[in-house]
């Protein structure tokens, strides 16, 4: 075993399966002012939201319910400025209300914060936060360890009303990190043995979720395959499917799953030769075969969009894109182009 270091991050409780949105009201219990950050259509078309305002109960101090794709720079500032004094804050919805709200706590000095996710896109367990400065259409951000959030709850009842696409397409993303993770990360006695199995049960339970779609103990075991994927951010860092991803998504509108539905078996198969050779094996044992077919082919199995030309993107942009990314830019291209 060759000598390293593990940086845990600030993570402290997972609550996790069916009915463990009821454990809000035991951790808001020393709150004064709970402050929930939300997306409308989670907030005007389910009662979610409304479930977790009746757990914080009387310490409920108010809710933003306008944290939109991407996490507009915009919406991060009005959610600023609307939770100011809240001591707890509780995100519920996907990866950009949470980058969101960890970019409001950092805003507001870091009150504690209780994540609610309804997508597998991974975002409560890290400490990049990507916020999109609108003018510019790009993604921005930061590094901050001290925003990510403390608590967690993957309750599989708060998932039901994400739409399917999302759902399924988040699933991919969270495989991306599996993936990347394993080939990129280096060899690390704890991410190794999370990320393929995060891999395996991804790829077992995800065309199961689109065929079961109301099965909530498949929902559960995504929840949890998406967190073993992700088990260590500050150790496994992310390759050019992420990093291309993070690009086109802010400045094409394309959501962060299906970035990686686009990206990541392409960028296999131009890094394939870049990667350990034992290293490409493991991951071909979780995946049940070729990483690049096996991704390819769960992505047109889940019905999910495979091509950047479908969303717009110029083909004349791609070379402008890939120019980035500097000495890793010829990669880049391949993949944009192979994605195209």
């Known amino acids: 075993m060759r000598r390293g270091t593990h940086t845990f991050l600030r993570t402290e409780r997972v609550h996790f399966g069916a009915g ?41 101090a108010g809710t933003f319910a306008q944290m939109g794709q991407h996490t507009p720079g915009s919406a991060v500032e009005r959610a600023a400025e609307a939770a100011r004094g809240a001591d707890l804050l509780v995100s519920v919805g996907g990866g ?32 990049r936060v990507g916020v999109t400065d609108e003018a510019a259409g ?116 394309i959501p962060h799953g299906i970035t990686s539905c686009i990206t990541l078996a392409p960028s296999l198969d131009v890094m394939r030769d870049r990667v350990p050779p034992v290293r490409w094996q493991k991951l071909a044992d979780a995946l049940g075969g070729d990483p690049t077919e096996r991704v390819a082919a769960l992505v047109e199995e889940l019905g999910l969009p495979r091509r950047l030309r479908d969303f717009g993107v110029p083909e004349a942009d791609l070379e402008e894109i ?5 000495e890793r830019a010829e990669d880049a291209l391949a993949i944009l182009r192979a994605a195209y």
């Open 322 to 326: 890939a120019a980035e990314y500097g």
């Open 138 to 253: 790009r993604k921005a951000g930061f590094r901050d360890e001290r925003s990510v959030p403390p608590v967690v709850v993957l309750d599989p009842e708060a998932t039901v009303h994400t739409p399917e696409r999302l759902w399924l397409s988040t699933g991919i993303r969270a495989l991306d990190h599996a993936v990347e993770g394993v080939l990129y990360g280096g060899e690390h006695p704890v991410t190794d043995v999370t990320g393929l199995e995060g891999a395996r049960r991804l790829m077992r339970c995800l065309p199961r979720s689109k065929r079961e779609p109301e099965d909530l103990e498949v929902r559960g075991e995504l929840q949890v395959a998406a967190w073993l994927a992700y088990f260590g951010p500050a150790n496994t860092p992310m390759g050019l499917s992420h990093e291309l991803g993070r690009r086109i998504g802010a400045s094409y509108e």
């Open 20 to 60: 463990s949105l009821q454990e809000i009201k035991e951790e808001a219990r020393s709150a004064d002012r709970a402050f929930v950050v939300t997306g409308r259509s989670l907030y005007e078309k389910t009662d979610l939201v409304r479930r977790v305002e009746a757990l914080l109960g009387r310490r409920h």
């Open 96 to 127: 950009s209300v949470i980058d969101g709200t960890k970019a409001v706590a950092r805003e507001l000095g870091y009150p504690r914060h209780i994540a609610v996710p309804t997508t597998l896109s991974g975002a409560e367990w890290g400490h």
